[in-house]
């Protein structure tokens, strides 16, 4: 299974406005569910996950696999998204379900642990034309990406352009 972590991102390299909230010009959400339901899976944060519930946007997302991850015993009843403690347990319950591409759909915290363990094969970044000068940064202060390799770059519309990167490896 290949896993892909995949962010809309601003051009000053935020996920998030300083409130975190993920405002995007119009369109960027539903780009981001598309593929996210095409690919049928995604693997969020506690607190992605706890922003989503109760708000109108939830209702784009939907692939058949949710798994929120947290090391709490949180409630998810009722919620169609499933618990997982640890990355690896996260991806275990998407390859144990035939599913080919984990998708790992942030936020930061999320994009941290997975990138920390080498457990990203790509990332994917919808690059949108917004800065918010401070706000949520993709990683924070402690990862370092070595190598990434351009796969392909697509244009969503005639200001945003999503990047596909293969994530190089030492022994690459
Ligand atoms: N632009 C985008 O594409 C995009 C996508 C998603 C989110 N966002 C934004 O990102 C922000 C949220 O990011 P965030 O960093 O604050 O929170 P987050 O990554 O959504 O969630 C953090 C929580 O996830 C759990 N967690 C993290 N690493 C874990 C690990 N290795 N094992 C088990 N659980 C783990 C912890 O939950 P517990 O404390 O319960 O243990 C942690 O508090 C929001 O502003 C949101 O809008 C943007």
């Known amino acids: 299974m290949n896993t892909t972590l995949f962010l809309s991102v601003s051009i000053d390299g935020f996920i998030a406005d300083k409130q975190g909230i993920p405002l995007f010009p119009e369109g960027a959400w539903e780009d981001w569910c598309a593929l996210v339901n095409a690919t049928g899976n995604v693997i969020a944060g506690r607190s992605s996950f706890e922003q989503l519930q109760g708000d109108p946007m939830g209702a784009a997302l939907h692939p058949r696999h949710k798994i929120v991850l947290s090391t709490q015993d949180i409630d998810t009843a009722d919620s169609g998204w499933t618990q997982a ?83 190089l490896r030492h022994e690459q």
């Not at 942030?106 to 457990?119: D, N, V």
């Open 85 to 167: 403690g640890s990355p690896a347990e996260a991806l275990k319950i998407l390859e144990d379900a035939g599913v080919e591409e984990a998708m790992i759909g942030g936020g930061r915290a999320i994009a941290c642990s997975f990138m920390r363990e080498q457990l990203v094969d790509h990332i994917v970044v919808d690059l949108q034309p917004v800065a918010f000068g401070t706000g949520v940064p993709v990683f924070g202060d402690d990862v370092e990406v070595s190598a990434l390799k351009l796969l392909e770059s697509q244009p969503l519309n005639e200001d945003a352009i999503r990047l596909r990167y293969q994530v």
